[in-house]
Each structure stands twice: as C-alpha cells, then as structure tokens.
C-alpha cells in the first residue's frame, strides 16, 4: 500500500477591508475563501496558496498554530 502524504495547511486571517481596494485584490480574497474582517481560514500550504497571499500582504496575515 502507499503511504499517504501529509499535507501541511496554513491559516490565514483577513485583517483589512476591502472596500477601496482594486477588483483583482478582491478576486484573491475570494479565491482564499476570506469575507469579513477577522475571518480565518485553513489552505493547504502550496506555491498558489504562498503566491496569493504574498500578492496581499498589506490585507492578510499569516496565524501561526
């Protein structure tokens, strides 16, 4: 039998609006699955992911635990 990989998952928080913000900063929220302020969410840690969140970095943090 193969052995399944474990995946790593990151939790990521939105901690600004975005109203006022650019329609594609509002696309990569949604592509996170984040709607309000101080809403998490847990993502599997990949490039996509990464790539999406260093591309907001001024509207998401990064929880750790």
Excluded: C, F, W, Y
Aim: proline letters at 6%; charged letters at 30%; a positive charge.
């Amino acid at each position: 039998m193969a052995k399944k990989k474990a995946t790593s998952t990151i939790r990521i928080r939105q901690i600004r609006s975005v109203i006022g913000r650019p329609r594609s900063q509002r696309r990569i929220l949604e592509g996170l699955g984040l709607h309000r302020i101080r809403h998490e969410v847990e993502q599997p840690d990949n490039p996509a992911i990464r790539g999406m969140v260093n591309k907001i970095p001024h509207l998401v943090q990064v929880v750790e635990g």
